[in-house]
Each structure stands twice: as structure tokens, then as C-alpha cells.
């Protein structure tokens, strides 16, 4: 089973409001070789209901809100790669391509991505769950 990534997918589920919101720099792909969808599926396993925000447009917050707050905590991750080293080479140049996007375009992971999406969650939910990096 893919975890919720929508409202309506909630709604398919009969949940009202998750326990853990994962946020990630990749896409979603329900893989054992994406950390993130991983430490979903074992989030989920022990009895916990786990939503995932994938790659989030920072512009606004739509995407940052679309589940809504969880009741335990939110999970934010840069992806599988750090974002720095996901769009910058060692040379200091942007990269052309993201491998974990769809498309290989290197347009959706902001640099420094964690503090981002972590930035956009408290400004959306002012008095909000605890939020856990890594």
C-alpha cells in the first residue's frame, strides 16, 4: 500500500489526521532504496498513520498544508542526497540534472531544503507538532 500523499487519498483511507507527516526533497517512490518511503512503511507497520509530502513547491503553501498538522510529529528530509550536494558539483556549478526527480530536471529541491521546508511549516502551523530532521 503507498502511503497518503493527498487529502482525497486520506479520505479514501478513512483517516480524519496522521500521526507523522514525512517531508522530502525526492519524489515519491514507494522503493526500498528511498529512505524516506522506507522509514514510512515502518512508521506505518508499527501502527502509526504516516503521510508523505514530496518535493513541496516553497512558493506557497498549498503543498506544504494539503494534509494538514499531524498529531505526533513532522519528519523533513533534504531527500537521499543533501540538497547542496543534490545541485551544486564540487566545482561550485549548478547541476543540470536531479536523479531523484521525475524528468531528471533540477528545478523543484531548493538549496538548503531542509531548513526550507522546515521554515514553511512553522509558518504555516504556528503552534505545531515537533519537527524531526535527518
Do not use: C
Amino acid at each position: 500500500m503507498f502511503l497518503p500523499t493527498t487529502k482525497a487519498e486520506l479520505t479514501k483511507l478513512g483517516w480524519q489526521q496522521l500521526d507523522v507527516i514525512l517531508v522530502s526533497g525526492d519524489s515519491y517512490i514507494d522503493s526500498p532504496y528511498i529512505g524516506v518511503a522506507v522509514i514510512g512503511k515502518v512508521l506505518q507497520r508499527a501502527g502509526f498513520r504516516v503521510g508523505i509530502i514530496a518535493q513541496p513547491d516553497v512558493t506557497g503553501g498549498d503543498d506544504m498544508t494539503r494534509l494538514g498538522e499531524p498529531a505526533l510529529f513532522w519528519g523533513v528530509t533534504g531527500g537521499s542526497v543533501d540538497s547542496m550536494v543534490a545541485n551544486y558539483t564540487a566545482s561550485n556549478k549548478r547541476r543540470k540534472q536531479d536523479d531523484y526527480t521525475p524528468g531528471g530536471r533540477n528545478t523543484l529541491r531548493p538549496d538548503r531544503a531542509t531548513l526550507i521546508y522546515s521554515n514553511l511549516i512553522r509558518q504555516h502551523f504556528k503552534n505545531t507538532a515537533p519537527i524531526v530532521l535527518g
